[in-house]
């Protein structure tokens, strides 16, 4: 990385971003588990609808927005795929992947849900592991990589299935319902398991831990990370927790990635630039975040619904292929990494 070349006295790239975005985020997501940690104890209860502005913000915010750039990066990650070829790639895998998706969600909405669900576990897993190894220098070691797929995917994922199991399965069986109405799923989960879900995860976080203290990389970060994560999924109610997590931890960090493979990119964040690639970011994202958007309303018009679950089975079809390119990316930079 650039960042490593710069003479000392510079600021480097992971020392502005961890004080000036990695940071403050993990200070704020913190701030917010707290707050609901004394609300629910003065039994305050948020509305659904106010829950939800965090997803209805990131139609628009971030959240959408942060795949609409696909088209482009293998041409931006190999000098020698032309834009041309890069673009007509990533609209087959698209339609292919996104379809076979849709296909499943209609088909067979539960599974569908099930499916979607282990694929953001692994795809928010590995927008953390990027983060922990370009930007705080974690080896590149399979088993540490797995371990921390698991748990920073385990986190939004089974977290709020663990603390608030009602408002899970409800969000599952209200979506799911869209499309089937005759589709049920469980209606509750047994304290039994609840209690032995969140046994396993403590010791896959504890694992961890210790693995990435063997192979080397952030340990402290890491452990804050998580900590700090596990506390506010649990606190936080979970579609207000989901939705801020993608808009303002994934999302924000996948674009700073993006940012990345700009000419000059590194740089300007390494000089404290942080606002300006969001701003360069929104303004390209555009026109492919409004044909998301139109996907959105029709996909409304044929559920009859212009509400959370909609927007989460458009999500569904549109991570399938997104993980993918992701997952070349990552793919890309660890060749680079072992030369
Ligand atoms: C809303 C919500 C859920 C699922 C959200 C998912 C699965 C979102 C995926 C978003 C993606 C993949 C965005 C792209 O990066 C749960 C956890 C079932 C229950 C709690 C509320
Ligand atoms: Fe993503």
């Given at each position: 990385m650039t960042a490593a070349l710069a003479p000392r006295t510079r600021p480097t790239l992971p020392g502005t971003l961890e004080r000036g975005l990695l940071a403050p985020t993990t200070a704020v997501f913190l701030a917010v588990a707290a707050g609901f940690v004394v609300l629910d104890a003065a039994g305050v209860v948020v509305p659904p609808a106010v829950q939800a502005v965090p997803f209805a913000a990131s139609v628009l915010l971030?959240?959408?927005?942060?795949?609409?750039l696909d088209h482009l990066v293998p041409a931006r990650l190999d000098r020698r795929i032309g834009v041309a070829r890069s673009i007509a790639t990533v609209v087959l895998l698209y339609a292919v992947l996104g379809g076979a998706t849709a296909l499943l969600w209609a088909l067979a909405p539960l599974p569908a849900f099930i499916v979607f669900i282990g694929v953001t576990w692994f795809h928010w897993g590995q927008g953390d592991l990027w983060v922990d190894r370009a930007?705080?220098?974690?080896?590149?070691s399979r088993l540490d990589g797995a371990l921390t797929v698991a748990v920073r995917g385990a986190l939004p994922m089974l977290v709020p299935l663990v603390a608030h199991p009602a408002d899970y399965l409800g969000v599952v069986s209200g979506t799911t319902r869209l499309i089937d109405p005759a589709s049920g799923g469980p209606g509750s989960v047994a304290p039994a398991l609840r209690v032995g879900l969140a046994a396993a995860l403590l010791l896959l976080v504890v694992a961890h831990l210790l693995v990435r203290r063997r192979v080397g990389g952030p340990v402290r970060a890491a452990a804050a990370e998580i900590a700090v994560l596990a506390l506010f999924f649990a606190a936080v109610p979970p579609v207000l927790a989901v939705g801020l997590y993608f808009t303002f931890w994934h999302a924000v960090r996948h674009i700073v990635r993006l940012e990345?493979?700009?000419?000059g990119g590194a740089e300007g964040l390494a000089r404290g630039r942080l606002l300006a690639p969001f701003g360069r970011f929104m303004r390209d994202a555009w026109p492919v975040t409004l044909a998301a958007v139109l996907l959105l309303a029709g996909l409304a018009l044929v559920l009859h619904d212009a509400g959370l679950g909609t927007y989460l089975v458009l999500i569904a079809a549109l991570t399938t292929p997104h993980t993918v390119i992701v997952t070349w990316m990552d793919r890309v930079g660890l060749r680079a990494r072992r030369g």
């Amino acid at each position: 990385m650039t960042a490593a070349l710069a003479p000392r006295t510079r600021p480097t790239l992971p020392g502005t971003l961890e004080r000036g975005l990695l940071a403050p985020t993990t200070a704020v997501f913190l701030a917010v588990a707290a707050g609901f940690v004394v609300l629910d104890a003065a039994g305050v209860v948020v509305p659904p609808a106010v829950q939800a502005v965090p997803f209805a913000a990131s139609v628009l915010l971030f959240g959408l927005p942060h795949g609409a750039l696909d088209h482009l990066v293998p041409a931006r990650l190999d000098r020698r795929i032309g834009v041309a070829r890069s673009i007509a790639t990533v609209v087959l895998l698209y339609a292919v992947l996104g379809g076979a998706t849709a296909l499943l969600w209609a088909l067979a909405p539960l599974p569908a849900f099930i499916v979607f669900i282990g694929v953001t576990w692994f795809h928010w897993g590995q927008g953390d592991l990027w983060v922990d190894r370009a930007l705080r220098g974690a080896r590149a070691s399979r088993l540490d990589g797995a371990l921390t797929v698991a748990v920073r995917g385990a986190l939004p994922m089974l977290v709020p299935l663990v603390a608030h199991p009602a408002d899970y399965l409800g969000v599952v069986s209200g979506t799911t319902r869209l499309i089937d109405p005759a589709s049920g799923g469980p209606g509750s989960v047994a304290p039994a398991l609840r209690v032995g879900l969140a046994a396993a995860l403590l010791l896959l976080v504890v694992a961890h831990l210790l693995v990435r203290r063997r192979v080397g990389g952030p340990v402290r970060a890491a452990a804050a990370e998580i900590a700090v994560l596990a506390l506010f999924f649990a606190a936080v109610p979970p579609v207000l927790a989901v939705g801020l997590y993608f808009t303002f931890w994934h999302a924000v960090r996948h674009i700073v990635r993006l940012e990345l493979l700009e000419p000059g990119g590194a740089e300007g964040l390494a000089r404290g630039r942080l606002l300006a690639p969001f701003g360069r970011f929104m303004r390209d994202a555009w026109p492919v975040t409004l044909a998301a958007v139109l996907l959105l309303a029709g996909l409304a018009l044929v559920l009859h619904d212009a509400g959370l679950g909609t927007y989460l089975v458009l999500i569904a079809a549109l991570t399938t292929p997104h993980t993918v390119i992701v997952t070349w990316m990552d793919r890309v930079g660890l060749r680079a990494r072992r030369g």
